[in-house]
């Protein structure tokens, strides 16, 4: 069952809804991460709730002009011009107001959906609306759908993820550089709207797939996730948008695989999971590289302490210190230096003396300030000027 | 008029005021720290607590699912500050991981498991059930005095009162330190006040405030109660003793009017039956804001 969901053989529709999802979590993975990048990744959230006045007021109006209200895109165009005012909203009220932009987010995604929620009271006491199953588009629901709205959801997933890549440039840069922006011609307005609009189109087209409670999800996690893999721009942005697909692929066929496994939900979590192997297990950023690397700058720090210190002949008491030293075979047991920590010892204690000859050059000094106590001073400078250093250390050289 | 009122509307009403007063009042601190869509946060992790309390004890009681939504609230907290630090993830984008994520398991574990029979679904937990909790003993205003009527009053009064009255408690008790913590974090530590533990008390005064009413009248209120009445009200003063007294005014008019227009409101037009009160609390309390962003003496720097 599960073999045949992930290869797309549980019937047309489930695989019209999947590649729709992939499409859908690419492009919200990608918008997600020019989103987390502007540090405006919570602005999605109001968004996404300020769609469902929208979305009941599009079913009423549907219904008064004699039709029953479900047809897809009618309901979409509605929950866009709502969401299309709860963003106007948001950035009239923190930029005309002292409200801060948090406070307006919290206000309008609350606001809306309470209003929302009373229209959809409205509808249920409609002749027509008992079935109308808006319900549906709070968490998702893609079970028993129509073909139609397969192929809404497919197209509509489609698009979004042709506008985002029509959109990549103006996008990059207006993310990374705003001035180099500005001087090509594009004005860092012009770019928040366009990021906006790609958000209002990925909430629009996630509604029955994701729902809208938890679509900004699918705009925040897939982002925060890519951000651990690597530190450049256009890489965030691309692993976000595959995270994304990954995350909407895996999550719409998995739910195709029972009734009551909403498709939302699952969306979320596969994307969830994505996340928390990314903290763990992302070079670079994660955390086990991050304790590794940590790990292994304290074994250096101390195998230097140590060799410096039996070179000085002072007795070493540390007890990691001792551990590395003998499991190096640079010590015996009895913490006496073997011939190997003599010489390791003695290559370390010229080392520290060229770095104090460096620091007191006059032409060369500056360089000295690379001195960390791990850096070895053959990887910055030449022979020659080692040779140089060493001159003035000659007559002191003692036993080194 | 009088038994109707009293037993129908009184109890609603009450737990309305009290629920919305007893979000305003730690929402003001919110507001004013930038930590606003903490309560969002907090509302929405609320789910996955009581349906993990209810698989564990199978009851629909009113103690073991505010523990577990408590316990939710509070490891939402820790995660989202793990995140924040260990990923060094920007705090907004910290708190949309983790509270849409154990939302989602939330709303997962509740499809999953048999909760059918049992008053126990999504769309209560978003926008409980203000209009269901009716005082059916009470006969007139009279009952009011009455012990034995007084006694089955729907428990979620006394338990949304003594939510509100240990919000304001602490409020008062703390209040010199919360101020000066809320303005100038620096000088606050400067003095000695552990700041740090001054900002979680104030996240878990909102979390108790939003367990005790999530469970009365729904998340919905919850989030707009913590953001709207203070928001308006920091609009119409500049200092925070009346900012406070103005969203506790705000929280009150709110739940009053909006659950009065969602009872009788559809009745006045013609329609037969009401509309959510939970939802029209929350746009009521959106109308007053858009007044204060519209009108109020302070609504600019």
């Not at chain 2, 269901?132 to 009527?149: E, K, N």
């Not at chain 2, 003594?162 to 000066?180: D, E, M, N, S, Y």
Request: charged share 10%; glycine share 10%.
């Amino acid at each position: 069952m599960l073999a045949d969901a992930l290869f797309l053989q549980l019937g047309y529709n489930a695989a019209l809804v999947a590649l729709g999802a992939t499409a859908l979590g690419i492009a919200a993975g990608a918008v997600g991460a020019f989103l987390y990048l502007r540090k405006r990744s919570l602005v999605s959230d109001a968004i996404s709730h300020a769609t469902l006045p929208g979305l009941a007021l599009a079913f009423i109006v549907m219904v008064l002009l004699g039709s029953d209200g479900r047809f897809l895109p009618g309901l979409l165009a509605g929950s866009a011009l709502s969401a299309w005012l709860g963003l106007w909203l948001v950035s009239w009220m923190s930029h005309r107001t002292r409200l801060a932009e948090d406070a307006a987010i919290g206000a309008v995604l609350s606001v809306f959906f309470g209003f929302g929620i009373v229209l959809l009271t409205v509808i249920q006491s409609l002749p027509a609306g008992r079935q109308a199953g808006l319900e549906g588009f709070l968490l998702g629901s893609t079970a028993g759908m129509l073909r139609s709205d397969a192929l809404t959801i497919a197209a509509g997933g489609l698009v979004v993820l042709a506008l985002t890549y029509a959109l990549r440039r103006p996008l990059l840069m207006g993310a990374f550089d705003p001035v180099h922006a500005r001087m090509m011609g594009v004005a860092t307005r012009q770019v928040d709207l366009m990021l906006m609009t790609l958000v209002m189109a990925v909430t629009v087209v996630g509604l029955k797939v994701v729902g809208l409670i938890l679509i900004v999800a699918l705009l925040i996690i897939p982002a925060v996730a890519a951000r651990f893999w690597s530190d450049q721009a256009e890489r965030v942005v691309l692993i976000s948008g595959a995270l994304g697909g990954l995350s909407g692929y895996t999550g719409a066929a998995l739910s195709a695989t029972a009734p009551d496994l909403p498709t939302g939900p699952i969306i979320v979590l596969v994307a969830f999971g994505l996340f928390a192997t990314s903290l763990l297990v992302a070079p670079g950023r994660g955390l086990l590289a991050t304790a590794l690397r940590h790990r292994q700058v304290q074994q250096r720090v101390h195998l230097r302490q140590g060799l410096l210190a039996l070179a000085h002949g002072q007795p070493i008491y540390e007890g990691l210190t001792r551990r590395i030293l003998r499991r190096q075979g640079l010590t015996r047991p009895d913490g006496v230096a073997t011939r190997d920590g003599r010489a390791a010892a003695s290559r370390a204690l010229r080392d520290e003396n060229r770095w104090q000859a460096l620091r007191r050059t006059e032409h060369l000094s500056e360089l000295a300030t690379r001195d960390d106590g791990l850096t070895r001073i053959e990887d910055v400078l030449t022979s020659d000027q080692i040779a140089t250093l060493d001159a003035t250390l000659a007559p002191q050289k003692g036993g080194a | 008029m009088g038994f109707e009122f009293v037993a129908l509307s009184l109890p609603p009403l009450v737990i309305g005021v009290l629920a919305a007063m007893a979000c305003a009042l730690p929402g003001n601190f919110l507001l004013l720290r930038r930590q606003a869509l903490i309560g969002d946060a907090i509302s929405h992790v609320v789910l996955p607590g009581i349906v993990v309390a209810f698989l564990i004890t199978g009851l629909v009681a009113a103690v073991p699912m505010m523990l577990g939504a408590a316990a939710a609230a509070l490891a939402a907290v820790v995660l989202i500050e793990a995140i924040r630090r260990l990923g060094n993830v920007e705090p907004g984008a910290a708190m949309g991981v983790v509270f849409t994520a154990m939302f989602a398991g939330g709303v997962l574990l509740l499809e999953q498991s048999d909760t059918s029979g049992v008053h126990l679904d999504v769309e209560h937990a978003l926008y409980g059930n203000l209009e269901s909790l009716i005082w059916l003993d009470a006969t007139g205003w009279a009952s009011l005095t009455d012990p034995q009527a007084l006694a089955a009053l729907p428990p979620e009064l006394p338990r949304m009162a003594l939510a509100f009255l240990v919000v304001a408690i602490v409020t008062a008790l703390f209040w010199r330190p919360l101020k000066l913590s809320t303005f100038d974090e620096g000088f606050a530590r400067s003095l000695g006040l552990p700041t740090g533990l001054i900002g979680l008390g104030i996240v878990v005064m909102a979390a108790l405030a939003a367990v005790a009413a999530f469970d009365a009248v729904g998340s919905i209120i919850v989030i707009a109660m913590f953001i709207c009445p203070p928001a308006a009200a920091r609009l119409m003063t500049n200092r925070l003793e009346h900012q406070v007294a103005w969203s506790l005014v705000f929280a009150t008019l709110s739940a009053v009017l909006g659950y009065v227009l969602a009872g009788y409101g559809p009745l006045w037009i013609g329609a037969a039956t009401s509309v959510s009160a939970a939802g029209m609390i929350a746009t009521v309390s959106g109308l007053l804001l858009a007044a204060a962003c519209l009108w109020a003496p302070h609504r600019t720097a």
